[in-house]
């Protein structure tokens, strides 16, 4: 996991520890998800994305998608596909993993 990700810090799913992001893409740790914190990250990998739809969130209605661990299928959180606010468009294209489902490695 650790050569996948050039040997730095990174976030895997937690059942069967694939990896699917890095401490470096964290954009916001204040995110807030059904199982409680969650963060936002630039980019995610070894993710499948579900199909989209609008759900109306904390910050407003967003067309969103959720994403599954592409090994085990856990749901680890979501992707903003769009952002209907303009001040929240800075999301769109970007995923938000719960940390209650992701391990720090």
């Known amino acids: 996991m650790a050569d996948a ?3 730095l810090c990174t976030y895997s799913c937690f059942i069967c520890r694939n990896y699917v992001a890095r401490h470096d893409d964290i954009i916001s740790k204040s995110f807030q998800a ?3 914190r969650a963060f936002l990250f630039s980019h ?3 993710v499948m994305v579900g199909p989209k739809e609008d759900r109306h969130l904390i ?3 967003h067309t969103v998608a959720d994403v599954f661990c592409s ?4 749901e680890l959180g979501w992707k903003y596909l769009r952002a209907y606010q303009e001040s929240q468009k800075y999301k769109e ?3 938000v993993l719960e940390k209650y489902n992701c391990i720090r490695l």
């Open 44 to 46: 995610a990998f070894n």
């Open 71 to 74: 090994d085990c299928g856990e």
């Open 5 to 7: 990700a050039g040997g």
């Open 93 to 95: 294209g970007k995923f």
């Open 34 to 36: 059904q199982s409680g």
């Open 59 to 61: 910050t407003g209605l």
